[in-house]
């Protein structure tokens, strides 16, 4: 696994973990940001990339700041 990979699923997994810290289930929070619940779960698993714009929509519905998904 290459460095970027490994960095799309630390975030995918930093992701999962702060939604988990809130007490949300993935269709909470999938319903809070509009898309399906099958798409915030390949985001968590890092089988697909997030965008900036619904990372910021992440950000936001778990009130916390998007450096926070970045902790590697």
Request: proline residues 1%; positive net charge; charged residues 30%.
């Amino acid at each position: 696994m290459n460095n970027k990979t490994t960095k799309i699923l630390q975030l995918g997994r930093n992701i999962f973990t702060k939604r988990k810290e809130k007490g949300l289930s993935q269709n909470q929070l999938a319903e809070k940001l509009d898309i399906s619940r099958e798409h915030l779960a390949k985001i968590e698993t890092a089988k697909r990339c997030v965008s900036l714009g619904l990372l910021i929509d992440i950000s936001e519905a778990l009130e916390i700041p998007v450096k926070d998904f970045f902790d590697f």
